[in-house]
């Protein structure tokens, strides 16, 4: 049985595109403990950030891990919820509007999601979840510690 871990993960860039922060909090329930990681780029985007957040989150993991992933992200929750990435892979990574930004992490995060199991959960940002605000929170401290 792979051990169980719920992440809250945000990102964001201001202006968009510009400063940009991720932030992710890893929680396992079996052992009681919390981790926070966060970070930042100089010219990146906010959707850029939001999948950078859970690409480093899933990368964190020491082991396979089934995973409860909540974002206040529509667009990356909905790129793999509602499998929008696997059209987009069978279209040579093209949408309906044309080339799909991003594919680079994309890429990279879809791979992750073949170690772990992952589901995918969407959560109203800036409202009452402490976890997704904690996440807020280190986004505007990680854009704040770059140069």
Same mark, same amino acid.
């Given at each position: 049985?792979?051990?169980?871990?719920? !992440?809250y993960?945000?990102?964001?860039a201001s202006? &968009?595109?510009?400063? #940009?922060g991720?932030a992710a909090?890893?929680?396992?329930?079996?052992? *009681?403990a919390?981790r926070?990681? @966060? #970070?930042?780029?100089?010219?990146?985007? *906010? *959707?850029?950030?939001?999948?950078?957040? /859970?690409i480093? /989150?899933?990368?964190a993991?020491?082991?396979? %891990?089934d995973v409860?992933? @909540?974002t206040d992200? /529509?667009?990356? %929750?909905n790129?793999?919820a509602?499998?929008?990435? @696997?059209?987009?892979?069978k279209n040579?990574?093209?949408?309906s509007?044309g080339d799909?930004?991003n594919r680079?992490?994309l890429?990279?995060l @879809?791979?992750?999601?073949?170690?772990h &199991?992952? !589901?995918?959960?969407?959560?109203?940002?800036?409202a009452? &979840?402490?976890?997704? *605000?904690?996440?807020?929170?280190?986004v505007h401290? /990680?854009?704040?510690?770059?140069s």
């Amino acid at each position: 049985m792979s051990p169980h871990v719920i !992440i809250y993960t945000d990102g964001g860039a201001s202006p &968009n595109p510009g400063k #940009g922060g991720w932030a992710a909090v890893l929680y396992s329930p079996e052992h *009681n403990a919390k981790r926070e990681i @966060y #970070g930042g780029e100089l010219a990146t985007t *906010n *959707n850029r950030m939001e999948i950078t957040a /859970a690409i480093k /989150a899933l990368e964190a993991l020491k082991t396979s %891990c089934d995973v409860d992933l @909540y974002t206040d992200s /529509a667009y990356l %929750c909905n790129t793999f919820a509602k499998k929008w990435i @696997y059209k987009w892979k069978k279209n040579n990574w093209k949408s309906s509007s044309g080339d799909v930004l991003n594919r680079d992490l994309l890429e990279k995060l @879809y791979s992750l999601t073949k170690i772990h &199991n992952v !589901i995918w959960h969407h959560v109203k940002g800036h409202a009452d &979840n402490e976890l997704n *605000n904690r996440c807020d929170e280190l986004v505007h401290k /990680a854009r704040g510690e770059l140069s």
